[in-house]
Every structure is written in C-alpha cells, then in structure tokens.
T-cell receptor
Framework: DQQVKQNSPSLSVQEGRISILNCDYT??????FLWYKKYPAEGPTFLIS?????DKNEDGRFTVFLNKSAKHLSLHIVPSQPGDSAVYFC????????????FGTGTSLTVIP | EAGVTQFPSHSVIEKGQTVTLRCDPI?????LYWYRRVMGKEIKFLLH????????ESGMPNNRFLAERTGGTYSTLKVQPAELEDSGVYFC??????????????FGPGTRLTVL
C-alpha cells in the first residue's frame, strides 16, 4: 500500500522551460515533504522541502507547492537546465515514526539542450 | 566532512548464498537508516538505528534479513539465504542526534545487489 505516489515515471522538457513534477499522498499526518534528486550510481541528495504548515517554499530555481486539500504537491524548476536531468523522488517525513521517509517511485527528468 | 559510504558498490550472488552489506555513516550521526529500492519501485524503508539500538525495524521483509550496528558506528545488513526477490539497490542514510530535522538524512551511494 503505497502512501506516496508519483504517477509520471518520466518527463522531458526543453532547456529554459519549466519542469513540473507531481506527487500525491494519502496520509495527512506528516511533518514535512521533501524532494530528493538522484543521479545514476549515486545516492539521493536533498533538494528542497516544505513544512506541513506551509503551502509554498522557494529556493532559487526550485519551488515546491503543497495543496493539502487535494493531498498533492509539485516541484517547479524554472528555468530548467541540462544538469537538472536526474530522477526526482518526493518523500514524506513523519516525526512520529522516527523520521523515516516514505518515498514515491520517482520521476526521471530529462532536460533537452 | 566525509559522506556516508557503502560497501560493496555491487554484489552478484546466487540464490541461497549469503551477502553482507556495510554502511559507514557520517561521523557523529546517531541515526542510521537502511532503505531498499527494487527496480522501478519506491525507495522503501527497512529499519532505523539510534546508536546501536534498533529503533524501528518494521520495514524488514522477513527473518532472512539481519541488521547490526556494532558500537553505534558502522552497520551491516546480512541477507541469508538470499532469494531472487532480494535484488535491488540498498541505501543507507544517516542523520544527527535526536529528531532529524527536515532534509537532514544524508544518503550513501547504495549497494546494487543482484541475486541470480
């Protein structure tokens, strides 16, 4: 029973355009949602997060939006760059479960030069 | 500061054999997590150590998996005997003392396990 879902396994975007990666969740009792970025043969690295009490967090080219009524969040990358090509995972973090992460299946982003 | 390291990077074994994966967390990190990603699926939690104690092992698939963290430093994950469905990438992550803050889990590069 997967609690965090990323329904798009892949996404291709032209360099300079906006990339939008989506994530849906089922459990409302979370503290944070995080986005991790993963290159081949490397471990996931933290990208950006959002607290359960916020609806938007921005860091440079990256913005995460949280819609709690729809149980949906999205990561916007603008402008997209070829170096952004990677697999992106959203992860739910709950302090009442020892801060383990519940990950989605990942979306592979390809930014075309 | 050295990151989380994992050994080996790849392991290919036959069904029924034993494999031991090792994780060295970032020095001073009390929390250590093991995760696994089966091809195309989500990265799934296996267990969580706080120092040498198992805080949560609810994600361990079955009793063929044994994790230890001797002295609260490095950790090992042993699979005995290995089955075909154990194939995947095993990630280790660590974080600082107490409740991990947001985004403070640091991941290793993973061990790719293939069971033939």
């Amino acid at each position: 029973d997967q609690q965090v879902k990323q329904n798009s396994p892949s996404l291709s975007v032209q360099e300079g355009r906006i990339s939008i990666l989506n994530c849906d969740y089922t459990n409302s009792m979370f503290d944070y949602f995080l986005w991790y970025k993963k290159y081949p043969a490397e471990g996931p690295t933290f990208l950006i997060s959002i607290s359960s009490i916020k609806d938007k967090n921005e860091d440079g080219r990256f913005t995460v939006f949280l819609n709690k009524s729809a149980k949906h969040l999205s990561l916007h990358i603008v402008p997209s760059q070829p170096g952004d090509s990677a697999v992106y995972f959203c992860a739910e973090q709950r302090s009442n479960t020892g801060n383990q992460f519940y990950f989605g299946t990942g979306t592979s982003l390809t930014v075309i030069p | 500061e050295a990151g989380v390291t994992q050994f080996p990077s790849h392991s290919v074994i036959e069904k029924g054999q034993t494999v031991t994966l090792r994780c060295d967390p970032i020095s001073g990190h009390d929390n250590l997590y093991w995760y696994r990603r089966v091809m195309g699926k989500e990265i799934k939690f296996l267990l969580h150590f706080v120092k040498e104690s198992k805080q949560d092992e609810s994600g361990m698939p079955n009793n063929r998996f044994l994790a230890e963290r001797t002295g609260g430093t490095y950790s090992t994950l042993k699979v005995q005997p290995a089955e075909l469905e154990d194939s995947g990438v095993y990630f280790c992550a660590s974080s600082r003392n107490g409740l991990a803050g947001v985004g403070e889990q640091f991941f290793g590069p993973g061990t790719r396990l293939t069971v033939l």
